[in-house]
Nanobody, 128 residues
Framework: QVQLVESGGGLVQAGGSLRLSCAASGRTVGSANMGWFRQAPGKEREFVAAIMWSGRSTTYADSVKGRFSISRDNAKNTVYLQMNSLKPEDTATYYC?????????????????????WGQGTQVAVSS
């Protein structure tokens, strides 16, 4: 069983930056593709970014492409989401997810169904 704990959220002005971290414990996530999703009040959870287990491939939602960057440090069992040029519409709870069932998968999922372990989320609020 893996535990995923997100941190780094907070309140920031539009145009600002935040760096989210997702620390895994209980088992290594080095063989798992990892993703970030977000959910705004009253809306469904949506894909933000994901990274292959090796770190060699990433994918982003169109709404964040060019502004957000996902990375990972397998030695630290941690995944990051660097968020720049934040907009009020980025306001949401951000969740980290791991696709542990698909070890060393070459396919990065952009769907919640592709992930089997989730963190509790960290809130990001962007003021205009």
């Amino acid at each position: 069983q893996v535990q995923l704990v997100e941190s780094g959220g907070g309140l920031v002005q539009a145009g600002g930056s935040l760096r989210l971290s997702c620390a895994a414990s209980g088992r290594t996530v080095g063989s798992a593709n990892m993703g970030w999703f977000r959910q705004a009040p009253g809306k469904e959870r949506e894909f933000v970014a994901a990274i292959m287990w090796s770190g060699r491939s990433t994918t982003y939602a169109d709404s964040v492409k060019g502004r957000f960057s996902i990375s990972r440090d397998n030695a630290k069992n941690t995944v990051y989401l660097q968020m720049n040029s934040l907009k009020p519409e980025d306001t949401a709870t951000y969740y980290c997810a791991a696709g542990l069932w698909g070890r060393f998968s070459q396919t990065i999922s952009r769907d919640t169904a592709g992930y089997d372990s989730w963190g509790q989320g960290t809130q990001v609020a962007v003021s205009s």
